[in-house]
């Protein structure tokens, strides 16, 4: 399998941060002009997250959430490349991973189903912990 091969997921993931990143500003934009609110009333604080009804706040909590257990996955999709062990079962679950996670955050920024996001981000951090326990037991153990 060609080493490059899990950069796929991992461009994945980057290009699902930027739809969450411009999704969550057009949520707070139209939210902020529909409010007529100025950007001096916004300078203090978290002033617009205690103003913000769940349909904006969530793509904002959704964003942050993307730079928690995807900044592990970005470590060992590099530490797998770096040290040449991608394989289809990493590319697999990194795959797993994303379609998961692409699931997590479009509930997570629609309508919120918290039980079913739970799941979702359930399972897509287990593919991640999958990746990182079978990559440590082969670094400590060898193949």
């Known amino acids: 399998m060609a080493q490059e091969a899990i950069f796929s997921p991992f461009f994945a993931t980057v290009f699902l941060t930027l739809i969450v990143w411009v999704y969550m500003y057009i949520r707070r934009i139209s939210f902020i002009k529909s409010r007529k609110i100025s950007p001096e009333d916004l300078a203090v604080g978290s002033t617009l997250a205690q103003i913000s009804p769940a349909n904006v706040s969530n793509p904002s909590d959704n964003f942050k959430n ?59 951090t287990l593919a991640v912990w999958f990746i990182a326990i079978r990559a440590a037991f082969i670094h400590f153990f060898g193949t």
């Open 66 to 124: 993307l730079f928690e257990i995807p900044v592990l996955f970005y470590a060992l999709v590099l530490y797998l490349f770096i040290t040449k062990q991608v394989d289809a079962v990493y590319v697999n679950a990194a795959w797993v991973f994303v379609v998961f996670r692409v699931l997590h955050s479009a509930v997570h920024c629609t309508f919120n189903l918290i039980m079913l996001r739970f799941y979702l981000y359930l399972f897509a």
